[in-house]
T-cell receptor, first 110, second 117 residues
């Protein structure tokens, strides 16, 4: 089982819709979780990070961690065409190395 | 603030040839990373430098890959000889100190897209 698993998509939603992106992780010791956004032909950029369980909000983005089910979510409200990208979830493993999921390709349809 | 610079942007080579990638991190960033991102996959760490010393190269295929970071600034990643399965985007990233608390932000370059024919 991979340490961080993510549905690769693609996921297509109409502009203005709420987007839900999800990941699961295998190691209950993971404490620190990140979401990176990667535009085509660009490197990833950190979108949000959160420790432990709970929610963290930043503008239209909300990151949620449920440690009981080892589930990580990113919600995007009022989605825009500029949100079209690949979203990578990631976590720090036992060796403090960042482990990335495969990424979910998101298309926001105008 | 200038970002992480990488060159070349694209490279096409035949198998068994050699290739080198160059990275210039953000000024003042002590930690430099090389990642390999195969199409449809997340980035996989190849090697991590702290200043000019290697912190982690456990996933670097050392029989064909080598990397150096002279003077703790620029870095080069070399593949010799290349195999078909090396086709990927090679991403360089840097961070201020590379501490393990988890509050370090990685800044990525745009990557070098390598095609091995």
């Amino acid at each position: 089982q991979k340490e961080v698993e993510q549905d690769p998509g693609p996921l297509s939603v109409p502009e203005g819709a709420i987007v839900s992106l999800n990941c699961t992780y295998s190691n209950s010791a993971f404490q620190y979780f990140m979401w990176y956004r990667q535009y085509s032909r660009k490197g990833p950029e950190l979108l949000m990070y959160t420790y432990s369980s709970g929610n963290k909000e930043d503008g239209r983005f909300t990151a949620q961690v449920d440690k009981s089910s080892k589930y990580i979510s990113l919600f995007i409200r009022d989605s825009q065409p500029s949100d079209s990208a690949t979203y990578l979830c990631a976590s720090l493993n036992r060796d403090d190395k960042i482990i990335f999921g495969k990424g979910t390709r998101l298309h926001i349809l105008p | 603030e200038a970002g992480v610079a990488q060159s070349p942007r694209y490279k096409i080579i035949e198998k068994r040839q050699s290739v080198a990638f160059w990275c210039n991190p953000i000024s003042g960033h002590a930690t430099l990373y090389w990642y390999q991102q195969i199409l449809g996959q997340g980035p996989k760490l190849l090697i991590q430098f702290q200043n000019n010393g290697v912190v982690d190269d456990s996933q670097l295929p050392k029989d064909r890959f080598s990397a150096e970071r002279l003077k703790g600034v620029d870095s080069t990643l070399k593949i010799q000889p290349a195999k078909l399965e090396d086709s990927a985007v090679y991403l360089c990233a840097s961070s201020l100190e590379g501490r393990s608390e988890g509050d370090e932000k990685l800044f990525f370059g745009s990557g070098t897209q390598l095609s091995v024919l």
